[in-house]
């Protein structure tokens, strides 16, 4: 199994960045596809970003396209969201997931997807 441990949530004002990472345990990290998603207080869980296992595709929801990147390090077993220009409705918590299959932009923004999830990290925006 794989295992995955987000860090890098905090208290960011608006307008500030953050940098989440996720470590993932295991010796297959390459073979899959990573995404982050988020989930505020009384919303249901959304999609923000994935990346393919090569990082060479990525993709990111409408909400977060601009300001939010994507990236992984398979060297490292680690994947990266780079967050700026945070907004008061970037407030969440913030979770790395792990898929296997096929990289399609209509699988990798649904959490059904993914087979793995960390426990997630607190990302507050104060104005």
């Known amino acids: 199994q794989v295992q995955l441990v987000e860090s890098g949530g905090g208290l960011v004002q608006a307008g500030g960045s953050l940098r989440l990472s996720c470590g993932v345990s295991?010796?297959?990290?390459?073979?899959?596809?990573m995404g982050w998603f988020r989930q505020a207080p009384g919303k249901a869980r959304e999609f923000v970003a994935a990346?393919?296992?090569?990082?060479?595709?990525?993709g990111y929801a409408d909400s977060v396209k601009g300001r939010f990147t994507i990236s992984r390090d398979n060297a490292k077993n680690t994947v990266y969201l780079q967050m700026n220009s945070l907004k008061l409705e970037d407030a969440a918590v913030y979770y790395c997931?792990?898929?296997?299959?096929?990289?399609?932009?209509?699988?990798?923004?649904?959490?059904?997807?993914?087979?793995?999830w960390g426990q997630g990290t607190q990302v507050t925006v104060s104005s």
């Open positions: 997931a792990a898929g296997a299959g096929g990289y399609t932009s209509g699988r990798v923004s649904v959490a059904s997807a993914y087979s793995y």
């Open positions: 295991g010796r297959t990290f390459s073979s899959y596809f």
């Open positions: 990346i393919s296992r090569s990082g060479t595709n990525t």
